[in-house]
């Protein structure tokens, strides 16, 4: 249906040298740092995002 969702950078050193991971779907190994991380999808919001408003939701 959808290809597998593949990070441009480590979220932790910000390097490119990146290669999936032998562990599972989703996790990546950064070459640079030694870490490895999972992408996830958390879910998605109610109302949206709204652009141009304050906290208080008002403009």
């Known amino acids: 249906m959808s290809e597998r969702a593949a990070p441009f950078y480590c979220p932790y050193c910000g390097d490119e040298d990146l290669r999936p991971s032998e562990e599972g779907h989703g996790v990546w190994e950064c070459g640079s740092c030694n870490r490895a ?15 141009g408003t304050d906290e208080g939701g008002t403009r």
């Open 37 to 51: 991380f999972r992408l996830s999808f958390i879910g998605l919001l109610a109302k949206g995002l709204r652009h």
